[in-house]
């Protein structure tokens, strides 16, 4: 059975750093890729990270603030998020699967959330 559990979500205040873990168990996958949504608004894609790690893509919104890295030897991915905004408030989502784009239909396994609350 193949699982994606987040974790490290929580609150931190503006400027503040977290760090997100996704860890996969089951199956071994191409890319890992973290999304975001708020209340009222359609998930969005924040970062992506392809097998070796040589391909990273970032949402302009996040690019420079959040790093994205994986170690294929525990088949977890991170996503370092430092000078949060109020802005990056959201459930963040970790998906993973065999190609690496940028949009939530192309993933089918998908994490539960993990909430991060980002005060000002």
């Known amino acids: 059975q193949v699982q994606l559990v987040e974790s490290g979500g929580g609150l931190v205040q503006a400027g503040g750093s977290l760090r997100l873990s996704c860890a996969a168990s089951g199956r071994t996958f191409v890319s890992y890729v973290w999304f975001r949504q708020v209340p009222g608004k359609e998930r969005e894609f924040v970062a992506g990270i392809s097998r070796s790690g040589s391909i990273r893509k970032f949402a302009d919104s996040v690019t420079g603030r959040f790093t994205i890295s994986r170690d294929n030897a525990k088949n977890t991915v991170y996503l370092q998020m430092n000078s949060l905004k109020a802005e990056d408030t959201a459930v963040y989502y970790c998906?993973?699967?065999?190609?690496?784009?940028?949009?939530?239909?192309?993933?089918?396994?998908w994490g539960q959330g993990t909430q991060v609350t980002v005060s000002s």
């Open positions: 998906a993973a699967g065999d190609i690496l784009v940028t949009e939530t239909t192309k993933y089918y396994y």
